[in-house]
């Protein structure tokens, strides 16, 4: 378990935690973590069929999780609105850079979840419309934010846009670093290819640099 260096109500949780010793911060969410920490190794570990690649659906979390790189907050309560959100999310977001600094290799793996247990259904819309919010402001930073709840999210795989790929137990913002391969989560948007220039300019991937030439050049 980790404490926020300047907040003492503000702690995150490691994988090592949710074992049978818990400490006492964790002891009233252990089952939603350890909801959390088996539909990661159970699903974005995992290939799936219907994703329309091979690997994992997420190539990053198995090494995250082995190198003691994941982090989960929780934020008990009912989100009563997108701005409430936003706002129970900020201090994680400098957090985040100070436990996972630009350039560093260990950065690339680091996660930090932000879980909402409590969040109904009709809560949903209120964590979509934060992480909408959000985004530019992440990306300009060099860092990804993404949704997962069990609506799931109403965006579409990359390979597959029959397949809602963002669905998971329990509702939640995720952070980490952004690299080379999200070009494809940010080309439709001009600030983001900005960003994204700005950050991997001179190391776009060979199978991405005539998407990201096109959409450079048009840039106004």
Known sequence: MIRHPDRDDLVLFEMGD???????????????????????????CRPLPELGRRGAVCPYTSTSMDKGRTFLAVRPGHPADPEEVVHSVRPYREWFMRLAPAGETLSTYTTLMILFPDARREDLPAIDAAQAALKASYVSEGLMIGEFHPGPPDKPGLWNPDLRPLSSPVAMLVIRRMVATDFPFLRDDDDHVRSYLSWFGDEVPSHLRESVRAAAESLS
């Open 18 to 44: 949710l074992g049978r010793t818990p400490p006492p911060e964790a002891a009233g969410h252990l089952p939603v973590l350890r909801t959390v920490r088996e539909w990661m190794g159970e699903y974005l």
